[in-house]
């Protein structure tokens, strides 16, 4: 149990190119979801959470405008890097809980801008 | 500002052998404590959760938290080289705080296991 699912695993792309990422949990409703990243030998870094029906909270120093996410269901997240550039490039990792259960990761989408 | 430390290793130890992975943490109202195992290129899988003070086992792990201390730990018996892997502490708030349900994690830790 506890599965989520993350697509696409892998994205290379030319720089000002929008990227949406979708985060799915496919055997429970998630409550609250959360969108991380994570660069070489560095360990993750939340972006934002995100809750069913409403607007996500981001973390201090993550631009809204450039990340922006949006979690239709409870099933459903999806994080969309707007006009990405090199230095967006990164591992994105979301992750999902239901109730006060921990959270479960997905698989990471690896993000190369080139 | 909340802070998760992790001694980085890199930790070596021969097959079979006890790895001891340890983790303190700043914020003296976190409730909750968790240990994750993260293969390189992967995303990190729970291996452990932990709330309350002692120990908890399962299998080959055992999770040990001391909240006065504010540390936690995670022991790996008869470790395997398909434990080799590096292993992130995280932590999160107490209910109806700003961080509740959110991780915070460490640097995690490095871990060989060699035949």
């Known amino acids: 149990g506890a599965v989520v699912s993350q697509h696409p695993s892998w994205v290379i792309c030319k720089s000002g190119t929008s990227v949406k990422i979708e985060c799915r949990s496919l055997?429970?409703?998630?409550?609250?979801m959360f969108w991380y990243r994570q660069f070489p030998k560095q360990s993750l870094m939340l972006m934002a959470t995100?809750?069913?029906?409403?607007?996500?909270?981001?973390e201090q120093g993550v631009e809204k405008d450039k990340f922006l996410i949006n979690h239709a269901s409870l099933t459903l997240s999806t994080l969309t890097v707007t006009s990405a550039h090199p230095e967006d490039s990164s591992f994105y990792i979301c992750?999902?809980?239901?109730?006060?259960?921990?959270?479960?990761f997905g698989d990471g989408t690896r993000l190369s801008i080139l | 500002q909340k802070e998760v430390e992790q001694n980085s290793g890199p930790l070596s130890v021969p097959e079979g052998a006890i790895a001891s992975l340890n983790c303190t943490y700043s914020?003296?109202?976190?409730?909750?404590f968790f240990w994750y195992r993260q293969y390189s290129g992967k995303s990190p899988e729970l291996i452990m959760s932990?709330?309350?003070?002692g120990d908890k086992e399962d299998g080959r792990f055992t999770a040990q938290l001391n909240k006065a201390s504010q540390y936690v730990s995670l022991l790996i018996r008869d470790s395997q080289p398909s434990d080799s892997a590096t292993y992130l502490c995280?932590?999160?708030?107490?209910?109806?705080?700003?961080?509740?349900?959110?991780?915070?994690f460490g640097q995690g830790t490095i871990l060989t296991v060699h035949p």
């Open positions: 992750s999902a809980r239901t109730g006060n259960e921990p959270q479960h």
């Open positions: 055997d429970f409703q998630a409550t609250t």
């Open positions: 995100s809750n069913e029906g409403s607007k996500a909270t981001y």
């Open positions: 914020d003296r109202v976190s409730q909750s």
């Open positions: 932990i709330y309350s003070n």
């Open positions: 995280a932590v999160s708030g107490n209910a109806g705080g700003t961080s509740y349900g959110k991780l915070t």
